[in-house]
């Protein structure tokens, strides 16, 4: 069995799949394909961590730092998310880009659940982090955004993929990453939006 831990950010949560107006998300729709995928298959167990229907606080305060940095989980629904990413055979992301980089949200767990003495170790010595993942695989990146691919990747340099797969796990000394990058989505017609979903969930079954 392949354990595959889902952490979504989206303000409508992942119920915004099905294209009601004011309230849809393609990114929810791109997660109702890896979970359909996951559904079909025999050995996928698939974990998904909801940042906005778990009214998670990505605000690091005063009391959260000092739990921080005593290598001590921030309270105890940091403490699950870090147990469930721990014994994950894969991570997904599955966000929008927002001004070039990631929602609050995802920028919060990063900050606050990728912790020190918990996800990783920091090797003084050798003036290195280990991380504490014995299980992982892969990590990969699921993102919507209204600026063009080539223009984010050659003007803008990418931001989102320097901080999430080089700053946070090569940093940690894991490197095996992929990235599904779905531009302007919103100008496309249903046709092409549903041909693109398509294609993605055909792409999952590689999971």
Not at 11 to 37: C, E, K, W
Not at 53 to 69: G, K, N, Q, S, Y
Not at 173 to 202: H, I, P, V
Request: proline fraction near 4%; charge should be neutral.
């Amino acid at each position: 069995m392949t354990n595959i831990c889902v952490i979504f950010d989206h303000p409508y949560t992942a119920d915004a799949g099905d294209n009601q107006p004011h309230h849809r998300s393609f990114s929810a729709a791109l997660l109702d394909r890896i979970m359909a995928v996951a559904a079909d298959s025999g050995d996928l167990a698939l974990d998904i961590i909801d940042l906005h229907a778990d009214h998670f606080d990505p605000v690091m305060h005063e009391a959260d730092l000092i739990a921080w940095r005593r290598r001590e989980p921030i309270n105890t629904q940091v403490a699950d998310y870090q147990a469930r990413l721990l014994k994950a055979d894969q991570i997904i992301f599955d966000f929008p880009i927002w001004w070039e980089s990631m929602p609050a949200m995802t920028k919060g767990f990063i900050d606050k659940v990728i912790a020190p003495g918990i996800i990783y170790q920091q090797d003084n010595h050798k003036k290195r982090f280990v991380n504490e993942f014995t299980h992982l695989k892969k990590v990969t990146l699921v993102t919507t955004m209204s600026t063009p691919n080539m223009l984010y990747r050659l003007i803008f340099g990418s931001p989102v993929t320097k901080i999430l797969f080089r700053g946070t796990f090569l940093k940690m000394g894991f490197a095996k990453f992929k990235w599904y990058n779905f531009c302007s989505m919103d100008k496309k017609s249903l046709n092409d939006r549903q041909a693109t979903l398509n294609k993605f969930e055909l792409a999952m079954h590689q999971l």
